[in-house]
């Protein structure tokens, strides 16, 4: 039996989560998407994918991850994180349905499919300051914040003018008063495993923006939340976003199903690579009392 | 050893490193692909996509 390993780009993360699996002994077929052929006219061959007992995914594009894991599930195979979780975490306006759904608290959201009903949303419903995010997108990019009508209209055309058509659905946001940070809980299965306050001079605290990070406490609160949050996209590995609102308590944000950590092991002192390889080996059955069968 | 595909700059590739791995060019900062191990060679790495994240 060995775990099929997702990646073409090989970051700080990916060669963590190899040498975890390593140190587990555990046999890894290394499969880059870019250079993958994979019959979807038929649910048969690829003889290379028949000892594959789990597939661990940490392909960097949304698109790639979403629809290589799909044709991967289709032919029985078992991923991590699952396509359903992909797409729902891929996208923010998905992200925030599964949200509300589950009751999980987030600020308040609004999308709109034209720039003029965006102004009548913020005008008359969200008020400014404002943000508008892609709902495809990550390390904040494009994340813009909306001081007031001028500054909407401007990112609105640009949106509209300059943006692909991802942009063309509109996803706002109430500004939210954070304390100069924001958190991030690390959730694998069922369990919050870490967390860190990521710290920004900028509004924006993306640590691939250059945001600092530090160990967050496991409050009652962030414990409850943050894996509620994983629960309703679908559960699995993966990183929740939350904001501290001074009135509203904590809020989710985000949840990330390809998450990046290099920059939490040492504020938090948890090996998250070695939690993330026990969880997908878990799922083959390849873990079994504390050691790889 | 390997050179920089960009400004030539001869570059050392780690001996722990795995293809796909992500290295910055010492001369001109530009990041590279690990495209092959032995014997060593890069390539530039590819411009970040929209879709790319977490
Ligand atoms: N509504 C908001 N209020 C305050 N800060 C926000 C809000 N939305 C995003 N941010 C800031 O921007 C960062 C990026 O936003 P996020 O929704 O996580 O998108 P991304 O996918 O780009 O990480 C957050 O970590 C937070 O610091
Ligand atoms: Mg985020
Ligand atoms: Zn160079």
Not at chain 2, 7 to 27: N, S
């Amino acid at each position: 039996m060995r775990i099929a390993f997702l990646a073409s780009r090989v970051r700080a993360e990916e060669k963590l989560l190899l040498e975890a699996y390593a140190a587990r002994g555990v046999d890894v077929l290394r499969v880059d998407p870019r250079r993958i052929d994979l019959r979807v006219d038929s649910l048969r061959g690829g003889a290379e994918w028949d000892d594959v007992a789990v597939v661990h995914d940490r392909s960097i594009s949304f698109a790639t991850s979403a629809h290589l894991v799909e044709a991967l599930e289709s032919r029985g195979m078992n991923c991590v994180n699952t396509s359903r979780v992909i797409r729902t975490c891929g996208d923010k306006m998905r992200t925030s349905l599964a949200l509300a759904r589950a009751a999980v608290p987030q600020p308040h959201t609004r999308v709109a499919f034209s720039p003029e009903q965006a102004l009548e949303i913020l005008e008359h419903e969200l008020g400014y300051p404002a943000v508008i995010k892609p709902t495809v997108g990550s390390w904040g990019r494009m994340v813009a914040r909306l001081n007031d009508r001028d500054a909407a209209e401007a990112v609105l055309e640009d949106r509209a003018v300059l943006g692909n058509w991802t942009h063309r659905t509109i996803y706002l946001q109430q500004l939210v008063d954070k304390p100069g940070r924001d958190i991030r809980a690390f959730v694998i299965g069922e369990q919050v495993i870490a967390a860190i306050h990521r710290h920004s001079e900028h509004w924006v605290t993306n640590t691939a923006r250059g945001a600092t990070t530090s160990n967050c406490s496991l409050s009652l609160d962030l414990v409850e939340i943050a894996s509620a949050a994983a629960k309703a996209v679908g559960g699995g590995i993966l990183a929740v976003d939350l904001v501290e609102d001074p009135q509203q308590g904590l809020l989710v944000l985000e949840v990330n199903h390809g998450m990046e950590f290099r920059n939490s092991i040492e504020a938090t002192g948890v090996d998250i690579a070695a939690e993330m390889a026990d969880f997908v080996l878990a799922q083959a059955g390849m873990l079994v009392g504390g050691g790889v069968r | 050893m390997s050179n920089c595909p960009t400004c030539e700059i001869a570059i050392a590739v780690p001996a722990d490193a795995v293809e796909g791995e992500i290295l910055a060019c010492t001369g001109c900062d530009a990041e590279l692909e690990v495209i092959q191990l032995d014997p060593p060679s890069l390539c530039l790495a590819p411009e970040m996509d929209e879709d790319w994240g977490e």
